[in-house]
Each structure stands twice: as C-alpha cells, then as structure tokens.
C-alpha cells in the first residue's frame, strides 16, 4: 500500500473519531439541558403558579367600599378664660368648685374650647347601624359620617367599649350599603388582607398585606386577641374594615405600632367575631360585659415546665385565686396549669384572658388544668367583670332623677321592643314630681321613642341628647304609651 492510501486511510479515521466526538457531545449536552429542564420546570411552574396567584382587589373595593364611611367629630372641653388656666377641663371638677367658677366674672368664666378628629368605620345594616373604633368618638359632642357617594348623616352614638376598642353609631336613614361579615375564627397567617379607611383624612383608600399573626396580646388590651399585619394603616384608618379576598370582614383596623406616629409595618385588627359580639351588646344594652375568671397567671418556662411535670413550657400557671370567685368556688387552685380552656387551647398565660373574656357571664364552660402532673376536668361558671358592672352602672345611673331630665329610664332589649311593635326606644321606671319630666306629662311606662325628632337607641345616647338640647326651650318628645304614640312638649331648666 503506498504512503498516500495510508495517509487517506489515517485521515478518514480521524474524521470518524471527530465525527463520533462530536456526535457524543451533541448527545451529552442534549441530556444535560433535557435533565435541566426536567429538574427546573417544576419550580418555573411553581413560581408561575404563585405569580398568578397574587390578588386584585379592584373588584372588592368596587363592591365593597361603598360601605365604607369616613366619620369626621367634633369635640368640646372647658378652659378658662384669659385669667385662668389654659386647657383646664372644667368637667372635671367637684360639683361645689363647678359652682363657684360658675359665679366668676365673664372674663374669667369657662369659655367652650373646640376641636375636631376623623377615623373611619363601616355599616352592618341596611338601616344605618356602624362600627368603628371607641378611641374615635369618645367625648364626641357630634358625629357626622360620610359615604363613597359623597352623602353626609349626623350619627349618634349607640354604645362604646373601651376595653375592646369597639363603638356603635347609628344613622337615621335607610337602604344602605352593607359589609359582608366573615369568620375571623378562619384566618390564616400568611393570607392576603385589604384594608380600607381614610388614613389622614384622604377617604376610601385601599392598602394591601398579609396576616403576619393570630392571637397577639398587646399591654393593656388583655381582652382582645389582635390580628397583626403588615397592611399600611395610619391615623384616620382607626375603625376601618379588614376585609380577606372573598370580600368579607374579618378585622376593625385599630392601632399601629410606630415610633414616629405612622406606619411601620406593624399593624393591629381586632378580629370580626370579639367586634361583632360587642356590637351586639351595645345595641342590646348600651355597654358590653366580658367574663371573669378571677385569677392571677404568669407564662411557664422551661424551668417551670420541668418542676410541674410537663414536656414542654404551655399553658397558663394560676398564680393567685382571687377570694369568692368563679375559679375558687369551681375549685381551681393556685399551682394549677391552664392548658385548655372551653374547647381552645392555651398555649401561653396571654391565650387565657381572651377565652375568658370571650364566654357570656353566667355560663359554665370546661377547663382542662394538670394538677400533680396529672390532668384533671373543671367545670366553671364564668363570672362578670368588675369594670365592665361599673360601666353597666354609669349607664344605669345615667338616667336617675338628679338628671336634667328627672326621671329614671332603662335600657329595653330587642325581644321585648318587637313586643311592643317599636324599632327602639327606653322605658321610664319613675318620674321626680316637679322635675321636667314630670311637668311634660311623662308616666313610668312610657316607653321614649324620640328626642328632638331623633331616634333614642338606649339610656346612653338619651342623655347624649338631653345635654345637646337648648336649656329654657320646649323640645318635642315622642312616647309610645300603651300602645299608643303621644308627643309631648319637654322644657328642660336652663340651668340644668
């Protein structure tokens, strides 16, 4: 074979070889990007997935902000006049220093100080009841609430609770936009929210978050279980709805948590169903009650935990039993552990006082405590909070005949007024002879309708409106007496 066929021979192998190589590559990085792609769609697909499952809520605000309201008040305190001290309250005196400020000259008399705030809230009925925060309409001398549509009520105000954070007002009108009432019960963290209020005053705006927690226990809010998220709110939101992606309310959007007075990414809801429930005994009562247990508990640390025979640190350590209460007369004891209570656990001394708070007074639920290391069933018959029977007081007290009015009236719960075929109303248990009430013709019995042409809700708003009216001047009043609706002319005394 001559040297030019082997050199051909020599180079067509080299092609095969190149050709195989290359074929072989081919085939490795097809393998490898096939392999890639196999491994990372799935992630793709999931990222895609989560993309697409990012809310809009054009749609929710649309149906739902309507019935959202911007509520604007005005409020009033007494200071002196130029001689005297400024921002001094003179409500805030004795009855006998009350009176000799009173015989001061004019220019050193009180003069009305006022001043103004907004928040926001949201209508549960179509016949113009609202929820929104108690810190945004205490000591309100007048409430008015604004709509989407640009339409303005005055609103009085039914009831408030400080202890929840919780008011009711009450519009007179009808065919209102309504909220959609969800199951705070149901929340998740890590579940989108929208928030909807009006943050310094600007109304009707939308901010978006998630749950960043369930069940948080802020100081000096023990009975509220907040819902914290990281939703904008400002000053101005107070009162406003947290709704969830279905359109429902699931939160009343109540406080920040802020060094510099706005939003840092630490915000607090009180959850639909403590709001709700207030609300209810508001527009039943007037005031709210919550249960008592009537002990003293701390959180159990690992220590404490390892001393008591538990696994691990949970649940609420009775510290203390308060004297006659309803954990010493069901037999609860001090060294007891709290792990389960009426159904729920507790799985820290902050879990426990919700519960408690959250049961009607009067009722008997189930507590789970480990005594000795051993389990064991008590049953309690939950008591009434001594706050909120002196709250229950202050109304009550609100209608005796030291009153401008003259006479005592009393709260009517809604069973008895469908009895009497009236949307609301209070009824008057006894008239002081010679007081105004008396000389306008009013019996006990006489169930108050109206005041001043305004519907009377409860006793609470009743002397709202008494205060209100002009003192020397006559004021139509609305009874229904036996059945039958009566108006009367009221002349409250002047000095009154």
């Known amino acids: 074979m001559s040297t030019n066929a082997l050199d051909d021979v020599t180079v067509n ?26 491994l990372i769609l799935p992630f793709l697909a999931v990222t895609k997935s989560y993309a697409d499952s990012l809310p809009d809520f054009s749609a929710l605000v649309d149906q739902e902000g309507d019935a959202v309201v911007k509520i604007s008040v005005l409020t009033e305190s007494t200071s002196l006049g130029r001689s005297g001290i400024p921002g001094f309250d003179l409500d805030q005196l004795p009855e006998h220093l009350r009176k000799y400020y009173e015989q001061l000259p004019q220019n050193l008399k009180p003069t009305p100080r006022r001043g103004g705030g907004f928040g ?5 009925s179509e016949d113009g009841y609202v929820i929104t925060n108690a810190h945004v309409v205490d000591s309100a001398s007048e409430i008015k609430i604004g709509l989407k549509d640009r339409r303005e009520y005055e609103a009085t105000l039914v009831g408030l609770d400080k202890a929840s954070d919780i008011a009711v007002l009450k519009v007179n009108a009808g065919n209102l936009p309504v909220v959609k009432i969800g199951d705070s019960d149901d929340m998740r963290v890590g579940e989108w929210v929208l928030a909807i209020g009006s943050p310094f005053g600007f109304e009707q705006t939308a901010t978006q978050g998630i749950v960043s927690a369930l069940g948080r226990s802020l100081p000096d809010e023990t009975y509220v279980p907040f819902i914290q998220t990281d939703a904008a709110v400002n000053p101005g939101n107070s009162g406003g709805p947290l709704f969830n992606t279905d359109g429902e309310v699931i939160g009343v959007n ?75 007369k069901s037999g609860i004891e001090a060294g007891d552990i ?57 109304v009550e007290q ?16 809604d069973s008895e007024l469908k009895g009497f075929g009236l949307d609301n109303g209070v009824m008057v248990k006894d008239v002081s002879p010679q007081s105004a009430a008396s000389e306008a013709g009013l019996r006990p019995g006489d169930i108050i309708v109206k005041f001043d042409r305004k519907p009377v809700e409860n006793v609470r708003q009743l002397e709202q409106q008494i205060a209100k009216s002009t003192g020397g001047k006559a004021t139509s009043v609305l009874v229904q007496r036996e059945g039958t609706p009566i108006f009367m002319a009221l002349k409250l005394d002047s000095d009154g």
């Open 254 to 328: 109540s406080q920040i948590y802020s060094r510099s007075g706005g939003y840092q990414g630490l915000s607090f809801s009180i959850p639909i169903n403590v709001a709700m429930s207030i609300a209810d005994q508001l527009k039943t009562n007037g005031y709210a009650t919550r249960g008592w247990l009537g002990v003293m508990i701390q959180d159990v640390n690992q220590d404490l935990a390892e001393s008591f025979g538990l696994s691990k640190p949970e649940g609420a350590l009775v510290a203390q039993v308060s004297d006659n209460g309803p954990a010493e």
């Open 13 to 38: 192998t080299k092609v095969r070889t190149m050709t195989i190589t290359s074929l072989f590559r081919s085939y490795t990085r097809i393998y490898r990007n096939t392999l890639f792609l196999i």
């Open 120 to 124: 926001s809230g949201f209508i549960i």
């Open 398 to 413: 609100a209608g005796k005949p030291e009153s401008k009015l003259g006479a005592v009236v009393a709260n009517i719960n």
């Open 338 to 394: 709290l792990v389960r209570f009426n159904g729920k656990k507790v799985l820290s001394s902050n879990a426990l006082p919700p519960l408690v708070g959250a049961v009607k007074p009067g009722e008997t639920v189930e507590a789970l405590v480990i005594r000795d290391g051993k389990e064991k069933i008590i049953n309690v018959e939950i008591g009434a909070l001594e706050a909120d029977l002196q709250a229950n007081n202050a």
